[in-house]
């Protein structure tokens, strides 16, 4: 097969490089080269200030002694499967509320939406103060209606923090999923819910029967999705907690981010994000076999 | 070769319009604060612009990111030309090498000797010199005297010793309604640097061996103080807030009127006359557990990091930052101390005897030297911060000690 491009035959498959080519140069130079720099300086020990020096394996080697490194890892697990699974069940009734073409229905979307388009860190702050014990909104309220004689602590204790910064995150991060889940939910042709209906299939057999089937692999990826955007969390816990209370939501993004800019450690901190990127890799290729379509 | 007369004339005159222009020519300084001090700063570089050609842009920085923003400007080359850091970073710092060594040019200054002690102890670093003082901040127990006097307590009489201070803050805590006798940010290490560790040396302990290379905590003192925290947090003499405070507020729920004690700086005695007349305040030393005091010598440091390409003009207005028309005229007037001895006594501070206190208390405060301090003690997760909160609101004090001494090794022994 050939193609011509200003007047010149060339063979089809380099049309094919010439088009991707403006993505791979984005890919390499803004993921591939910093890739490739960070495995490099993971194997250096790199201080912020002052020269490098090369160090084999000894960051990695430190990692695995190091208890602040599982315990982040620990905590991050934790949040992570805590946090997923709220997102996707909030954002699948969210999906099935806004799905049918109803009165006011743009009006719901666009609300649930909504707090998507707010950064991470504004939302994170927003919350901070909603939270807050003195002039938050949440602790005045259970107050004025008489459960608590006491301003509550939110943020003061390491499950209540921990729920605080997962209610604040299904607010910020669902209506995302619903988006996705909303383009699959639409994806279903009509007739068949038609069909099941004459039938006799009542709403909730059509959603088992026809909905979560059809959508396995919408499903795919929204979970891999904010699996991964789980496992990154970074900012919500660095304004909210800042690790505290004893630094039991320290994530694991976090003590990189501390590894790096509070120890001046590059090297180590470099180490810690190869190792997380080949955990990320790990669990989202099994999240993704366990899903998948089998008629692939 | 021989030049024409008119041409040597012309020449002459270019040179000398060259050089006018070269004076007029504004340079500008870049200059880097921390948020807490852009209250005093800002008015500072805006009276400087005003009546000088070179022209200083300000950057305030975020207390808590000030380390590592310098530092990863410092690493990438985009220094700033002048820049005030809490002397307590200043070893680490000249360690690191991201300072210009200043040695000879402060020694120059004509009240050299008149400088605060702490600030020129910290700015030395194997014998060089690389800052000279900026502001001054010595930590002493504000106190509220009208609860004082509804408490049944002697208003002119503030706390001599710690049990003093304890029975103090239960007495006051127990009028009710909201009124607590003792305040402190429970989630903020520098914080408590300042505000609790003048008990531990006032009672002689410390933080840091003499040589400042080793941990010291495992004392009676350290022990005792953060047992008197413990006591006064069970006891509900502390608000709820203290625990999650991370600074943030700091001295601001002594507005309210409804706090009896809390440590804190000169800053706020001016800050209090202003925005809180209605408070009838005293300040004290804060007192050792068996009676003496001591204080936390602290403030800023002002130097010129290593890249900045204004070395000459950055020297010029760290003078004047020194000046007394900078220290005294705007430092003092608004309420803080001036960082010479020399002009401690001003027509400002002679106006509030409570001034003469926070003085006197600059003159005796101690600073610990530690090129680790970052990670240490002001880290949000660092061992000092995660000691504090173990004592005085988790498991107690012996096993919060215990913890904090194995992780203050493990960071004192890394390179």
Same mark, same amino acid.
């Given at each position: 097969?050939?193609?011509?491009?200003?007047?010149?035959?060339?063979?089809?498959?380099?049309?094919?490089?010439?088009?991707?080519?403006?993505?791979?140069?984005? =890919?390499?130079? +803004?993921?591939? #080269?910093?890739? @490739? &720099? !960070?495995?490099?300086?993971? $194997?250096?020990? *790199?201080?912020?200030?002052?020269?490098?020096?090369?160090?084999?394996?000894?960051?990695?080697?430190?990692?695995?002694?190091?208890?602040?490194?599982?315990?982040?890892?620990?905590?991050?697990?934790?949040?992570?499967?805590?946090?997923?699974?709220?997102?996707?069940?909030?954002?699948?009734?969210?999906?099935?509320?806004?799905?049918?073409?109803?009165?006011?229905?743009?009006?719901?979307? =666009?609300?649930? +939406?909504?707090? #998507?388009?707010? @950064? &991470? !860190?504004?939302?994170?702050? $927003?919350?901070? *103060?909603?939270?807050?014990?003195?002039?938050?909104?949440?602790?005045?309220?259970?107050?004025?209606?008489?459960?608590?004689?006491?301003?509550?602590?939110?943020?003061?204790?390491?499950?209540?923090?921990?729920?605080?910064?997962?209610?604040?995150?299904?607010?910020?991060?669902?209506?995302?999923?619903?988006?996705?889940?909303?383009?699959?939910?639409?994806?279903?042709?009509?007739?068949?819910?038609?069909?099941?209906?004459?039938?006799?299939? @009542?709403?909730?057999?059509?959603?088992?029967?026809?909905?979560?089937?059809?959508?396995?692999?919408?499903?795919?990826?929204?979970?891999?999705?904010?699996?991964?955007?789980?496992?990154?969390?970074?900012?919500?816990?660095?304004?909210?907690?800042?690790?505290?209370?004893?630094?039991?939501?320290?994530?694991?993004?976090?003590?990189?981010?501390?590894?790096?800019?509070?120890?001046?450690?590059?090297?180590?901190?470099?180490?810690?994000?190869?190792?997380?990127?080949?955990?990320?890799?790990?669990?989202? @290729?099994?999240?993704?076999?366990?899903?998948?379509?089998?008629?692939? | 070769?021989?030049?024409?007369?008119?041409?040597?004339?012309?020449?002459?005159?270019?040179?000398?319009?060259?050089?006018?222009?070269?004076?007029?020519?504004?340079?500008?300084?870049?200059?880097?604060?921390?948020?807490?001090?852009?209250?005093?700063?800002?008015?500072?570089?805006?009276?400087?612009?005003?009546?000088?050609?070179?022209?200083?842009?300000?950057?305030?920085?975020?207390?808590?990111?000030?380390?590592?923003?310098?530092?990863?400007?410092?690493?990438?080359?985009?220094?700033?030309?002048?820049?005030?850091?809490?002397?307590?970073?200043?070893?680490?710092?000249?360690?690191?090498?991201?300072?210009?060594?200043?040695?000879?040019?402060?020694?120059?200054?004509?009240?050299?000797?008149?400088?605060?002690?702490?600030?020129?102890?910290?700015?030395?670093?194997?014998?060089?010199?690389?800052?000279?003082?900026?502001?001054?901040?010595?930590?002493?127990?504000?106190?509220?005297?009208?609860?004082?006097?509804?408490?049944?307590?002697?208003?002119?009489?503030?706390?001599?010793?710690?049990?003093?201070?304890?029975?103090?803050?239960?007495?006051?805590?127990?009028?009710?309604?909201?009124?607590?006798?003792?305040?402190?940010?429970?989630?903020?290490?520098?914080?408590?640097?300042?505000?609790?560790?003048?008990?531990?040396?006032?009672?002689?302990?410390?933080?840091?061996?003499?040589?400042?290379?080793?941990?010291?905590?495992?004392?009676?003192?350290?022990?005792?103080?953060?047992?008197?925290?413990?006591?006064?947090?069970?006891?509900?003499?502390?608000?709820?807030?203290?625990?999650?405070?991370?600074?943030?507020?700091?001295?601001?729920?002594?507005?309210?009127?409804?706090?009896?004690?809390?440590?804190?700086?000169?800053?706020?005695?001016?800050?209090?006359?202003?925005?809180?007349?209605?408070?009838?305040?005293?300040?004290?030393?804060?007192?050792?557990?068996?009676?003496?005091?001591?204080?936390?010598?602290?403030?800023?440091?002002?130097?010129?990091?290593?890249?900045?390409?204004?070395?000459?003009?950055?020297?010029?207005?760290?003078?004047?930052?020194?000046?007394?028309?900078?220290?005294?005229?705007?430092?003092?007037?608004?309420?803080?101390?001036?960082?010479?001895?020399?002009?401690?006594?001003?027509?400002?501070?002679?106006?509030?005897?409570?001034?003469?206190?926070?003085?006197?208390?600059?003159?005796?405060?101690?600073?610990?030297?530690?090129?680790?301090?970052?990670?240490?003690?002001?880290?949000?997760?660092?061992?000092?911060?995660?000691?504090?909160?173990?004592?005085?609101?988790?498991?107690?004090?012996?096993?919060?000690?215990?913890?904090?001494?194995?992780?203050?090794?493990?960071?004192?022994?890394?390179?």
């Amino acid at each position: 097969m050939v193609t011509t491009l200003f007047g010149y035959t060339i063979p089809r498959s380099w049309a094919a490089y010439l088009f991707i080519l403006p993505c791979l140069a984005v =890919t390499t130079l +803004f993921f591939l #080269v910093p890739l @490739g &720099m !960070t495995a490099w300086m993971s $194997l250096n020990e *790199w201080p912020l200030l002052g020269h490098p020096s090369f160090a084999g394996l000894r960051n990695y080697l430190a990692l695995f002694v190091d208890a602040s490194f599982w315990g982040s890892l620990l905590f991050t697990v934790k949040y992570t499967l805590v946090v997923t699974p709220a997102i996707f069940l909030f954002a699948f009734a969210l999906a099935l509320l806004v799905q049918r073409g109803a009165r006011f229905v743009g009006i719901f979307r =666009t609300a649930y +939406f909504l707090p #998507v388009v707010i @950064g &991470m !860190t504004s939302a994170s702050l $927003l919350w901070t *103060w909603l939270f807050n014990d003195q002039v938050g909104i949440f602790s005045a309220l259970l107050m004025d209606l008489g459960l608590v004689d006491e301003p509550v602590q939110w943020l003061g204790e390491t499950n209540s923090a921990l729920a605080s910064i997962v209610t604040m995150v299904l607010w910020k991060a669902a209506g995302f999923t619903m988006v996705i889940l909303l383009v699959g939910m639409q994806a279903i042709p009509v007739d068949l819910y038609e069909a099941a209906a004459l039938d006799g299939a @009542g709403w909730l057999r059509q959603i088992r029967s026809i909905t979560i089937p059809l959508m396995r692999r919408t499903f795919a990826l929204a979970l891999t999705m904010s699996f991964i955007g789980s496992f990154l969390a970074f900012e919500q816990f660095f304004v909210m907690t800042r690790g505290g209370p004893f630094n039991s939501t320290i994530t694991i993004v976090h003590w990189i981010y501390r590894a790096s800019f509070t120890y001046f450690k590059l090297g180590y901190g470099a180490a810690m994000s190869m190792v997380l990127l080949l955990i990320l890799l790990v669990l989202s @290729g099994l999240q993704l076999w366990l899903l998948r379509d089998d008629k692939e | 070769m021989r030049i024409p007369p008119t041409l040597r004339r012309l020449t002459g005159a270019l040179a000398g319009l060259l050089l006018a222009a070269a004076a007029q020519a504004q340079t500008e300084i870049t200059f880097w604060v921390r948020a807490p001090d852009a209250g005093f700063v800002e008015p500072l570089v805006k009276n400087w612009n005003a009546s000088h050609n070179n022209k200083v842009a300000l950057t305030v920085i975020p207390a808590d990111d000030f380390v590592t923003k310098f530092g990863t400007a410092v690493a990438g080359g985009a220094a700033p030309d002048v820049v005030a850091i809490d002397l307590i970073f200043v070893p680490a710092f000249s360690q690191a090498g991201q300072l210009t060594e200043i040695g000879a040019e402060a020694r120059a200054l004509p009240y050299a000797k008149s400088l605060s002690p702490s600030h020129l102890r910290l700015a030395m670093y194997e014998g060089r010199q690389y800052a000279v003082p900026f502001s001054a901040e010595s930590s002493f127990l504000v106190y509220n005297k009208d609860l004082f006097k509804k408490a049944g307590l002697d208003p002119e009489k503030p706390p001599k010793t710690m049990g003093e201070l304890e029975a103090y803050a239960k007495k006051i805590a127990g009028l009710g309604k909201g009124v607590k006798g003792f305040y402190f940010s429970g989630a903020c290490g520098g914080c408590n640097i300042f505000t609790m560790t003048p008990y531990v040396w006032a009672s002689g302990g410390d933080v840091f061996t003499p040589d400042n290379k080793q941990e010291a905590l495992d004392t009676p003192a350290l022990r005792n103080t953060l047992a008197m925290y413990r006591r006064l947090w069970e006891a509900g003499a502390i608000p709820a807030g203290a625990k999650t405070d991370n600074g943030s507020s700091f001295i601001s729920p002594f507005f309210t009127g409804k706090i009896g004690m809390i440590g804190s700086g000169a800053f706020s005695i001016g800050l209090l006359k202003k925005e809180h007349p209605e408070l009838d305040f005293g300040v004290a030393p804060l007192p050792g557990d068996k009676g003496g005091s001591a204080s936390f010598a602290g403030g800023d440091s002002i130097a010129i990091p290593k890249g900045s390409k204004h070395k000459k003009e950055a020297w010029e207005f760290i003078q004047w930052c020194l000046s007394p028309e900078v220290q005294v005229e705007q430092f003092a007037k608004n309420g803080s101390l001036p960082v010479r001895a020399d002009l401690a006594d001003n027509a400002y501070s002679r106006q509030d005897s409570r001034f003469a206190v926070a003085a006197a208390q600059m003159q005796a405060g101690r600073t610990p030297y530690s090129v680790k301090f970052n990670q240490l003690i002001n880290d949000p997760n660092g061992p000092w911060l995660a000691m504090i909160q173990e004592a005085v609101f988790g498991p107690g004090v012996d096993p919060a000690i215990k913890n904090a001494q194995q992780k203050f090794r493990q960071i004192l022994a890394a390179p």
